[in-house]
């Protein structure tokens, strides 16, 4: 095996390790997102008020 063929074939490599880190970050804001949306439910149920109000009601 020469050298170009050995560091054509790592690219792909290197290409999907970079996927994997950013579906990991993807991941991890819609994780962050979920858990501040679960600690706000929690704070309206215990107060009764939420962030949103219904006028028309």
Known sequence: MDVTSSSNSSIPIEVMKKA???QEQAV???LESAEEQ???INT???TGMGK????MS
């Open 28 to 30: 991890m804001k819609v």
């Open 20 to 22: 994997t880190q950013v």
């Open 38 to 40: 679960s600690k706000q």
């Open 52 to 55: 949103n109000l219904d006028l």
């Open 44 to 46: 309206a149920q215990k």
